[in-house]
């Protein structure tokens, strides 16, 4: 049975995976935080901005998954610190200890500024909403190098927003269960042919933005479909105002501290072949 390393275990998404993956892999948890870990698993304490604390927790190790991150927008310093430091650490460490497999979920974030009316999929240039989006476009880039440069097996989950079940319009589009978490996450462990690959973390939404025949491609095949939930969420929605968020996949992050005309759509200057509207 493989070792795996999941750094901020003590996240939402952390405790959803270490769940869901009880039983399949012998999970080894870390985060800042204490935890006490489920019945058959270890907690690590470690801070990975300090590359000796990366290089404890992912000696011995099949595989990493590194969700240990700052999870929203923020000041740049403490992006900097536990998203471009931490993750440089995280690749770095895995590299000196010979970890050939590390999944990194970086965000829809990285891509946010496409608009909501465009289908995107895995090869689209990057369009971060955030400085928090560039931090995971940082990681994806980290990827790739360390897969050309050092063979390191790399996939790369553009994840939506895990949750028990979506809880507004904009995460109908997103949303992604922990039960099809745990299988993509197991196609980045498990498949023999990863090399380095970008996915979209998102269950079998209708109203999914992403076109995921990438991870269709590795063998995903999503078991749930926010549309179950749909007339709920629209119900209790209230409409908004704010122009820029409703057109652009990334919401509220794209008009956070914004100084252009709330108005103006982003220009078109990235592929993406726009939906029919229905």
């Not at 604390?53 to 927008?73: F, K, Q």
């Amino acid at each position: 049975m493989k070792t795996v390393l999941i750094t901020g275990a003590a996240g939402d998404i952390g405790t959803h995976l270490s769940r869901e993956l009880a039983g399949r892999y012998i999970l080894r948890l870390s985060d800042r935080r204490p935890l006490k870990p489920p019945r058959g698993q270890t907690f690590v304490r470690a801070d990975i901005s300090k590359m000796p604390d990366a290089l404890r927790i992912t000696r011995g190790v099949d595989a990493i998954v590194h969700l240990g991150d700052y999870s929203v927008e923020g000041p740049w310093p403490a992006i900097l610190q536990a998203n471009i430091v931490g993750g440089y650490n995280v690749f770095e460490a895995a590299r000196r200890n010979r970890v050939k497999r590390i999944l990194f979920p970086t965000s829809n974030h990285a891509v946010g500024y496409y608009r909501r009316d465009q289908t995107i999929d895995h090869r689209v240039y990057i369009k971060p909403d955030s400085r928090y989006g560039v931090s995971k476009v940082f990681g994806e880039a980290l990827g790739s190098l360390y897969a050309d440069k050092y063979g390191m097996e790399c996939f790369m989950i553009r994840i939506g927003n895990v949750n028990p079940r979506p809880i507004d319009k904009r995460r109908l589009s997103i949303w992604l269960s922990p039960r099809d978490l745990a299988q993509l996450v197991s196609i980045g462990i498990d498949h023999p042919d990863v090399k380095f690959e970008i996915v979209y973390g998102i269950s079998r939404n209708t109203r999914a933005w992403y076109d995921n025949s990438n991870a269709f491609r590795l063998g995903y095949r999503p078991e749930d479909d926010s549309e179950v939930y749909a007339a709920e969420v629209l119900a209790r929605e209230k409409p908004s105002r704010d122009a820029v968020a409703e057109a652009h996949q990334g919401g509220t992050f794209c008009t956070a501290e914004a100084v252009a005309n709330p108005a103006a759509p982003t220009p078109r200057t990235t592929p993406g072949r726009r939906r029919r509207a229905s």
